[in-house]
């Protein structure tokens, strides 16, 4: 059975740093995809970041991108989302989402992406004060 935890959440203020971490486990595929999701209230669930097996492909979208960073320890199944300059805009609950197979995101806009993914953790706060 696949189980994702995230951690790491938590209040900070705007500019500063947060470091998502979600610990996998029960992974049987040769090849996967992490994503990183967000939901504000009254929002829908939007697709942050993704990353693929041996990290090969990276997505984020635009209002992130430059601030955000999404990894992955290779010694182990943890994967991480590196938040930095942080907006009152990026308050939300984050998700850590995983399916089998590699999902090479690109572009801007993508919609639907949460329906692509199988597995999900159960989130963490971020709030960012102004």
């Known amino acids: 059975e696949v189980q994702l935890v995230e951690s790491g959440g938590g209040l900070v203020q705007a500019g500063g740093s947060l470091r998502l971490s979600c610990e996998a486990s029960?992974?049987?595929?040769?090849?996967?995809?992490i994503g990183w999701f967000r939901q504000a209230p009254g929002n829908e669930r939007e697709v942050v970041s993704t990353?693929?097996?041996?990290?090969?492909?990276?997505y984020y979208i635009d209002s992130v991108k430059g601030r955000f960073t999404v990894s992955k320890d290779n010694t182990k199944n943890t994967f991480f989302l590196q938040m930095s300059r942080l907006e009152p805009e990026d308050a939300a609950v984050y998700y850590c989402?995983?399916?089998?197979?590699?999902?090479?995101?690109?572009?801007?806009?993508?919609?639907?992406?949460?329906?692509?993914?199988?597995?999900w953790g159960q989130g963490t706060l971020v709030t960012v004060s102004s």
């Open positions: 989402a995983a399916r089998s197979g590699r999902l090479n995101l690109s572009g801007s806009g993508i919609t639907g992406v949460r329906n692509l993914f199988d597995y």
């Open positions: 029960g992974f049987t595929f040769a090849d996967y995809t």
């Open positions: 990353i693929t097996t041996g990290s090969r492909n990276t």
